[in-house]
């Protein structure tokens, strides 16, 4: 059902049915594009705002890529209708919307390429997409081969989903001097002041063959017929009619009517995308007609995905992590901090822990970032709701909401940077705030931000809550101002006892001592005012009700308040005891920790939206895997590194092929780490484990973090590379390459059952401490460490 080849930079699904929901994706930083196994796909890209130039067939909300995306037989996707011209046998590919069974079926995703090919009886089909490094096209290849004894005569018909545009104007034609079928919009509006809004639109979508068609049709209504999208009328005819969509949903058919000989091959290529005007797509035809413009933007996005390789590549005894991990994961993170998850207002808390994750990729950008962030500070040391990344971006959606959150992530983001990179004088840097122009140093911004949190608390100690911290849908437990977050104290305290090393790094005691004062009493809070007896409470309500508490029936415990009282300190030790045996009571499912339990069932007015989501998705009781990478980094920092592996294991997609059962339920491909598997299994045991198939998550950031750092215990320090593993108990060894300042570390895992304790060689000299210092830029050295234990 599911392989890796290429050193499992391919992953191959060898079923449309078998796992239907199952996609991959591709992007550049104009644009993105998700595609699923039967050949369904969701595209946007940024003018500059995400926009849409496939649409259903009827007026939709317009949004971002979401969570378990529903498909249905109208969704948007890139189909290729194939009819038997002598005997009238039809198909269609990759699957949909005919749904036939191929004799063999393999959707493979690459990094810069995502494939099907598919055997019919008598032929072969390849049918494949890749995107340009800085453009929005989409760029398809068909090929079909003969593979029987006889000719063929065949009718193609390469059908692209173009779909409802505009309720102001539409139409769809062939049109001869591009030789594309264009379909032509105007974007709607009614009040004056937003026609020079949407006057420069893109609101052309144009399918662009390399050669001209026999036949075409631009009218969806016309193609279908009364056979509908499943079985077309249009293919019932010799050729298709050359109709035009005359303020009606419109399509782009092509038909082209070959003869393939045993052993004959055809290719044909489709460039499918937005347009301005006509003279635009004109332009492009020009540009991909030329005989190197497609091979010229393979190799374009090959040096571009290059710059994600990441700082890790590693091989263990679990060649599906190897997988992942090699190829996958650091994509992921590239993704997200070199686009900003194609917004043009990313959240402050994304932007920043998305920088974050590109310390590991491209440490000089993500010093960029975390400067371009600090400039839109305000002057009171707060932080926006979002990162505005334009001139005419606006805070939209979620970033009109007030949350409590942004300013902690500002330390907990910069000190991995300080420590992976050993640059303590960006601390000096000057940021020049945009709104104000008054110019402060990194250190001075990150100060204030944290004075901000503190003066942002209530009486007893603890922070404000508003209308939501990291959980966005926690809106209505601090609406009016009185409300605590037990998660957001406890960050805090995080932030405060990571950044006064840093005060301290800089000869400023005072400061150091005063943060670690801070953090103590804010400790002291929060083991007062929010300790349950087993658990940690989630927050307090502004009627002073606490709530994720025994008391509570529903949203009983949360696992943020437990995870990230082990990661900041504030669980004594016998309060992580009882935590831990809470967590694995309650939260622990077969996918992960659950985001809270028992899920709510309904609205609870005084706690929020988050308690109206469906049980068991998203923030209400998903096994939602940001909140599990905190607690597995949280686990690692405490010594607790079985429980953490068990845990990051469980996060992972399905990566093992021979787990039938468990690829079945998360029905996932292994080519992103997803937001969320659905949770409440005791409530809705069908679709608990099922993947959202979003990859748009924090986690990633994390994850990869996560792996350097504390898993293989790689983790950069100011003074050098620190070594502490914490590989599991049952591994023998594994091989670790690591990129560091640098230099290149071969890092060589084993396993030495007659030692005690970890020990550590250096290009053959032992190492007193576990710290190599100092790097020297452009050596390769290596690191033989010995851990103590029984070999398996």
Not at 112 to 123: K, S
Not at 326 to 346: A, E, I, K, M
Not at 371 to 389: I, T, W
Not at 671 to 682: D, E, H, I, Q, S
């Amino acid at each position: 059902m599911l392989s890796s080849e290429a050193d499992g930079a391919r992953v191959v699904l060898h079923s449309p049915t078998a796992m239907p929901r199952a996609s991959a994706y591709l992007w550049n930083r104009c644009m993105v594009l998700q595609v699923n196994c039967r050949g369904y796909v969701v595209a946007r890209h940024m003018q500059p705002e995400p926009s849409a130039y496939s649409h259903p067939p009827f007026l939709e909300a317009r949004t971002f890529v979401q969570p378990e995306q529903p498909v249905y037989a109208h969704h948007p996707g890139r189909f290729v209708w194939l009819r038997d011209d002598d005997n009238g046998a039809r198909w269609s590919l990759p699957y949909e919307p005919a749904r036939q069974a191929a004799d063999d079926f393999r959707f493979e995703a690459e990094s810069d390429v995502i494939r099907w090919r598919i055997a019919l009886p008598g032929l072969e089909a390849s049918l494949s997409v890749r995107l340009p490094a800085d453009q929005v096209a989409e760029l398809w290849t068909l090929v079909l081969r003969n593979t029987g004894a006889a000719p063929r005569r065949l009718s193609v018909y390469p059908c692209f989903s173009i779909g409802y545009m505009s309720w102001m104007n539409q139409s769809a034609a062939f049109e001869t001097d591009s030789g594309a079928l264009v379909a032509r919009s105007v974007t709607p509006y009614q009040k004056l002041e937003e026609f020079d809004r949407v006057r420069d639109l893109k609101d052309l979508t144009f399918l662009l063959p390399d050669r001209a068609p026999d036949a075409w049709e631009a009218a969806l209504e016309n193609f279908e017929g009364e056979g509908g999208w499943h079985d077309p009328a249009a293919l019932d005819r010799e050729t298709l009619d050359n109709g035009e969509a005359i303020y009606e949903t419109p399509l782009a058919a092509l038909q082209y009517r070959v003869t393939l000989p045993p052993g004959g091959e055809e290719r044909w290529r489709f460039v499918f995308g937005p347009a301005g005007d006509s003279e635009e797509i004109q332009r492009l035809a020009r540009h991909w007609r030329s005989s190197d413009a497609i091979a010229q933007a393979t190799r374009d996005t090959t040096t571009y995905l290059a710059g994600g390789a990441g700082c890790l590549s590693i091989d263990t005894p679990d060649p599906g992590l190897d997988a992942f991990v090699n190829h996958w994961l650091s994509r992921q993170v590239f993704y997200h901090g070199d686009t900003h998850r194609l917004t043009t207002d990313p959240q402050t808390r994304n932007y920043l822990q998305d920088a974050m994750g590109m310390v590991y990729l491209d440490p000089e950008r993500a010093r960029e970032q975390l400067a371009f962030a600090l400039a839109q500070q305000r002057a009171d040391g707060g932080m926006p709701e979002g990162v505005l990344l334009t001139r005419e971006a606006e805070l939209k959606y979620i970033n009109e909401v007030p949350h409590m959150d942004h300013c902690v992530w500002l330390p907990l983001c910069l000190a991995p940077y300080l420590d992976e990179t050993g640059d303590d004088a960006f601390l000096d840097h000057p940021v020049t705030a945009l709104g104000t122009g008054e110019s402060q140093s990194v250190f001075e911004r990150v100060t204030a931000a944290l004075r901000w949190l503190l003066r942002h608390r209530d009486d007893r100690g603890l922070s404000l809550l508003n209308q939501g911290d990291w959980c966005d849908p926690l809106n209505m437990a601090g609406a009016a101002g009185r409300g605590v977050s037990t998660w957001l104290s406890q960050a805090c305290v995080h932030a405060l006892r990571s950044w006064a090393p840093v005060a301290r790094r800089r000869g400023d005691e005072g400061l150091a001592l005063d943060l670690e004062h801070e953090a103590d009493t804010m400790a002291d809070a929060i083991r007062t005012h929010c300790w349950d007896g087993d658990w940690f409470a989630r927050g307090i309500t502004d009627a002073g009700r606490p709530f994720g508490v025994a008391a509570d029936e529903e949203g009983r415990i949360w696992l943020n308040p437990q995870g990230w009282a082990l990661l900041s300190g504030v669980a004594t030790a016998d309060q992580r005891e009882r935590l831990l045996a809470a967590m694995d009571r309650h939260l622990s499912s077969p996918w992960g920790m659950q985001m809270l339990a028992p899920p709510y069932t309904g609205l609870v007015p005084d706690v929020g939206r988050v308690t109206q989501k469906f049980p068991g998705s998203a923030e209400n009781g998903s096994i939602y895997n940001h909140a599990c990478a905190f607690l597995v980094h949280a686990l690692y920092r405490i010594g607790e590194p079985e429980r953490a592996w068990t845990q990051l294991r469980r996060m992972l997609p399905a990566i093992d092929a021979a787990d039938t059962e468990d690829l079945l339920r998360r029905g996932q491909l292994p080519v992103f780490v997803p937001n969320y598997y659905r949770g409440a299994a005791r409530r809705h045991p069908r679709t608990a484990g099922r993947s959202s198939q979003l990859f748009h998550t924090g986690t990633a950031s994390w994850l990869y973090r996560i792996l350097v750092e504390d898993l293989f215990g790689l983790k950069g320090t100011p003074q050098g590379l620190h070594i502490q593993p914490a590989l599991p108990a049952a591994w023998d060894g594994a091989t670790v390459r690591r990129h560091f300042r640098g230099a290149i570390f071969d890092v060589h895992y084993k396993r030495n059952k007659d030692a005690c304790t970890t020990e550590l060689i250096l290009d053959e000299q032992p190492l007193e401490k576990p710290l190599i210092t100092p790097i020297r830029t452009g050596r390769r050295y290596r690191l033989d460490i010995l851990l103590p234990g029984p070999t398996p």
